[in-house]
């Protein structure tokens, strides 16, 4: 028998070496296979509390808030970047730190104002401690952060040179001072004005991404990593008209600080379309200045006074009770109805129906009102029923009020109550709902629902145009309203408004002068009103004046106090251009009324280069610029004074463009 060669004896060793361990790797993989079953079944989660959970989260990515601007594209509010810088000294090597330090503290010095060796220090201690996530600097604009990130070290980026960025966003208001709370805001709490009310387009929808623990405090944000992307707001194109704003304001703080008033409101109403062209709320601080903070329009229901009565005269016209004949004895201006004493504050005698309005007859507006509807109030009452005045009224601004109008299933209701609500006390309503009613009537009887909103837009393309909403089609007969702004007419030019009567301008309209808290011990205060439409002949806006407290020592009545608001608006409102403009007010203003009749320069994007837009008008620019499919963010108002990206700089769509905009 042969005996196995040298060869044959190897063969037989290695391949029983290969089948041990063939058999040995197979044992592992089958033991790691079964360990990850098991992993898989039994304590996933505990692996994931207890690393993945404990050193990873998912956080919020914010999208940025769509702008809010006026109906001329002014911007009234915006999203501006803010730019928070941390620093990674792990990342950072010894030789580009010890190399680069000094230059980089003096740099910061020179930014911040800050010693050199208070940056060293505070720099080598975090270096000592390998800190990943040290906060440098929070809230700086696109300029300061353009400008550090170029700072020895931090040019070096985020794996080099520890330079860590994390963008948010910062809502500013274009206009500080005017319709600051017509504005309002939304900061997740609170919601209020034009801000809380679009809130649901301006939003859009926040992004996620992951952040890594640091230590027991600190969470890193992982740029690379989003879970899901944010969706920017849409922008929402108000129907504040900024120039009529601006005279609103400055009329009545004018006259509020004249008359050492405790706050006024103004809203001004284009009377074909329902659309609130200016809304001014104005209270006196304890400070003594007047700011726009708290919207009385909405949200306060007073007794509205003597501009109530062409409410309660309208509803007896549009019956046929009343007409350009009818008249009525007030005698010596003093009259007692079922035990409550009324009185005039204007003279006596014998008025037709416009004498009664003209010259603003409680004795007059009690005793006709009494006359025809005291056996049956609820003929009277539907009337205003059938305007809307016991109702609250369907807007998108939060915090409107609902009227309260005293009625005879009313444990207050008395006899002598419908002779209060005809010379405007027993209501509580508005000013809201007292302007929309006298748009109505300068409407010719269409009462419009009064819109706040114009379009909203979405990278340039128009998502949604508003157009009027009619709440009543027909309030009255047509001589039924061609009688009371007949009669509103004449108020102006003879009767309690004539203060006001200028030929160059027809306007008409009505004063009211109501008493408040006149339960109460103490000296009598009151609120002076004027509520009117003009031209008369053809309205263009409707305009509320209410100014609460005044010094009585100085006047108290509305047409001593409300109605030069009114005259003052009226008359810069209705011409064309703002030719006639006082100087004062285009001194210390966030809008320069110049600057806005400038025409609009076009711009374009060719070859996909960035156009120079240095020098141009930021309300011009902006507008162009989104519908282009660019996102633009901006600080400041006025002219633009610095871009980025560049004049000729190749851009994308959808790409952030940053304008610095001045005065």
Same mark, same amino acid.
């Given at each position: 028998?042969?005996?196995?060669?040298?060869?044959?004896?190897?063969?037989?060793?290695?391949?029983? !070496?290969?089948?041990?361990?063939?058999?040995?790797?197979?044992?592992?993989?089958?033991?790691?296979?079964?360990? $990850?079953?098991?992993?898989?079944?039994?304590?996933?989660?505990?692996?994931?509390?207890?690393?993945?959970?404990?050193?990873?989260?998912?956080?919020?990515?914010?999208?940025?808030?769509?702008?809010?601007?006026?109906?001329?594209?002014?911007?009234?509010?915006?999203?501006?970047?803010?730019?928070?810088?941390?620093?990674?000294?792990?990342?950072?090597?010894?030789?580009?730190?010890s190399?680069?330090?000094?230059?980089?503290?003096?740099?910061?010095?020179?930014?911040?104002?800050?010693?050199?060796?208070?940056?060293?220090?505070?720099?080598?201690?975090?270096?000592?401690?390998?800190?990943?996530?040290y906060?440098?600097?929070?809230?700086?604009?696109?300029?300061?952060?353009?400008? +550090?990130?170029?700072?020895? %070290?931090?040019?070096?980026?985020?794996?080099?040179?520890?330079?860590?960025?994390?963008?948010?966003?910062?809502?500013?208001?274009?206009?500080?001072?005017?319709?600051?709370?017509?504005?309002?805001m939304?900061?997740?709490?609170?919601?209020?004005?034009?801000?809380? @009310?679009?809130? =649901?387009?301006?939003?859009?929808?926040?992004?996620?991404?992951?952040?890594?623990?640091?230590?027991? &405090?600190?969470?890193?944000?992982?740029?690379?990593?989003?879970v899901?992307?944010?969706?920017?707001?849409?922008d929402?194109?108000?129907?504040?008209?900024?120039?009529?704003?601006?005279?609103?304001?400055?009329?009545?703080?004018?006259q509020?600080?004249?008359?050492?008033?405790?706050?006024?409101?103004? +809203?001004?109403?284009?009377?074909?379309?329902?659309?609130?062209? @200016?809304?001014?709320?104005?209270?006196?601080?304890?400070?003594?200045?007047?700011?726009?903070?708290?919207?009385?329009?909405?949200?306060d229901?007073?007794?509205?006074?003597?501009?109530?009565?062409?409410?309660?005269?309208?509803?007896?016209?549009?019956?046929?009770?009343?007409?350009?004949?009818?008249?009525?004895?007030?005698g010596?201006?003093? !009259?007692?109805?079922?035990?409550?004493?009324?009185?005039?504050?204007?003279?006596?005698?014998?008025?037709?129906?416009?004498?009664?309005?003209?010259?603003? &007859?409680?004795?007059?507006?009690?005793?006709?009102?009494?006359?025809?509807?005291?056996?049956?109030?609820? %003929?009277?009452?539907?009337?205003?029923?059938?305007?809307?005045?016991?109702?609250?009224?369907? /807007?998108?601004?939060?915090?409107?009020?609902?009227?309260?109008?005293?009625?005879?299933?009313?444990?207050? !209701?008395?006899?002598?109550?419908?002779?209060?609500?005809?010379?405007?006390?027993s209501?509580? +309503?508005?000013?809201l709902?007292?302007?929309?009613?006298?748009?109505?009537? @300068?409407?010719?009887?269409?009462?419009?629902? *009064?819109?706040? %909103?114009?379009?909203?837009?979405?990278?340039?393309?128009?998502?949604?145009?508003?157009?009027?909403?009619?709440?009543?089609?027909?309030?009255?007969?047509?001589?039924? $309203?061609?009688?009371?702004?007949?009669?509103?007419?004449?108020?102006?030019? =003879?009767?309690?408004?004539?203060?006001?009567?200028?030929?160059?301008?027809k306007?008409?309209?009505?004063?009211?002068?109501?008493?408040?808290?006149?339960w109460?011990?103490?000296?009598?205060?009151?609120?002076? &009103?004027?509520?009117?439409?003009?031209?008369?002949?053809?309205?263009?806006?409707?305009?509320?004046?209410? /100014?609460?407290?005044?010094?009585?020592?100085?006047?108290?009545?509305?047409?001593t106090?409300?109605?030069?608001?009114?005259?003052?608006?009226?008359?810069?409102?209705?011409?064309?251009?703002?030719?006639?403009?006082?100087?004062?007010?285009?001194?210390?203003?966030k809008?320069?009324?110049?600057?806005?009749?400038? *025409?609009?320069?076009?711009?374009?994007?060719?070859?996909?280069?960035? *156009?120079?837009?240095?020098?141009l008008?930021?309300?011009?620019?902006? *507008?162009?610029?989104?519908?282009?499919?660019?996102?633009?963010?901006?600080?400041?108002?006025?002219?633009?004074?610095?871009?980025?990206?560049?004049?000729?700089?190749? %851009?994308?769509?959808?790409?952030?463009?940053?304008?610095?905009?001045?005065?």
């Amino acid at each position: 028998m042969q005996k196995p060669s040298e060869y044959d004896n190897k063969r037989k060793n290695t391949l029983r !070496w290969g089948y041990l361990f063939a058999v040995v790797a197979l044992c592992v993989f089958v033991m790691f296979l079964a360990r $990850i079953i098991i992993l898989q079944n039994t304590n996933v989660q505990e692996i994931k509390d207890d690393y993945i959970n404990s050193n990873y989260r998912t956080a919020t990515l914010k999208a940025a808030r769509g702008n809010l601007y006026a109906s001329d594209g002014s911007i009234l509010a915006t999203t501006v970047m803010r730019y928070d810088i941390y620093l990674d000294f792990k990342t950072m090597k010894d030789t580009v730190y010890s190399n680069n330090i000094g230059a980089l503290t003096d740099s910061l010095s020179k930014m911040f104002g800050k010693p050199r060796i208070e940056y060293r220090n505070r720099f080598d201690e975090q270096r000592k401690k390998k800190n990943q996530y040290y906060t440098l600097v929070k809230g700086l604009d696109f300029d300061q952060y353009d400008r +550090i990130r170029k700072f020895p %070290i931090f040019k070096k980026g985020k794996n080099k040179g520890g330079f860590i960025v994390d963008r948010n966003y910062k809502r500013e208001l274009a206009t500080s001072e005017i319709g600051a709370g017509t504005i309002g805001m939304d900061n997740g709490e609170v919601k209020a004005g034009l801000e809380g @009310a679009f809130s =649901k387009y301006l939003r859009g929808t926040d992004g996620k991404r992951l952040e890594q623990r640091i230590n027991s &405090s600190q969470w890193k944000p992982i740029d690379y990593w989003k879970v899901q992307e944010p969706v920017d707001g849409e922008d929402v194109y108000t129907t504040l008209d900024l120039r009529i704003q601006d005279i609103a304001h400055s009329a009545l703080q004018k006259q509020l600080i004249n008359f050492e008033a405790k706050h006024g409101t103004v +809203i001004v109403m284009e009377v074909g379309t329902g659309k609130v062209r @200016a809304m001014v709320n104005l209270r006196r601080n304890d400070d003594g200045d007047y700011v726009d903070s708290y919207n009385y329009a909405l949200k306060d229901n007073i007794e509205p006074g003597s501009t109530f009565k062409t409410i309660s005269l309208l509803a007896a016209m549009d019956d046929g009770f009343i007409d350009e004949n009818t008249t009525v004895d007030v005698g010596n201006g003093v !009259w007692v109805y079922a035990k409550q004493r009324i009185s005039d504050g204007h003279g006596g005698g014998t008025y037709d129906i416009s004498d009664v309005l003209a010259k603003s &007859s409680n004795v007059g507006s009690a005793k006709l009102i009494t006359k025809y509807y005291a056996e049956k109030p609820q %003929i009277f009452l539907d009337h205003l029923r059938r305007w809307k005045l016991f109702d609250k009224m369907d /807007i998108e601004l939060p915090g409107i009020t609902k009227p309260k109008i005293l009625t005879p299933e009313s444990k207050r !209701w008395n006899a002598a109550t419908l002779a209060s609500i005809a010379y405007g006390y027993s209501t509580n +309503i508005n000013l809201l709902q007292l302007a929309t009613f006298y748009n109505g009537v @300068a409407n010719g009887g269409k009462m419009l629902k *009064p819109l706040f %909103i114009d379009k909203i837009m979405k990278d340039g393309k128009i998502m949604y145009s508003a157009k009027p909403e009619v709440m009543v089609d027909k309030m009255a007969s047509e001589k039924a $309203i061609k009688m009371m702004t007949s009669a509103l007419t004449k108020a102006v030019e =003879k009767g309690t408004g004539k203060s006001i009567f200028t030929p160059n301008l027809k306007m008409a309209g009505k004063t009211g002068t109501a008493r408040f808290e006149y339960w109460l011990p103490g000296p009598m205060k009151y609120r002076a &009103s004027f509520a009117g439409f003009y031209p008369a002949d053809n309205p263009k806006y409707t305009c509320y004046v209410m /100014i609460s407290e005044p010094n009585t020592a100085k006047g108290f009545y509305g047409g001593t106090v409300s109605a030069p608001v009114f005259k003052e608006i009226a008359g810069k409102t209705f011409l064309k251009t703002p030719q006639n403009i006082e100087r004062e007010m285009l001194v210390d203003k966030k809008v320069n009324l110049n600057k806005m009749v400038e *025409p609009n320069v076009k711009i374009a994007v060719n070859n996909k280069q960035m *156009p120079s837009v240095v020098g141009l008008i930021g309300k011009n620019v902006i *507008p162009q610029l989104e519908s282009l499919g660019y996102r633009v963010d901006y600080k400041g108002v006025g002219r633009v004074k610095e871009q980025f990206p560049l004049e000729g700089t190749t %851009i994308s769509k959808n790409q952030r463009i940053y304008l610095s905009l001045q005065n």
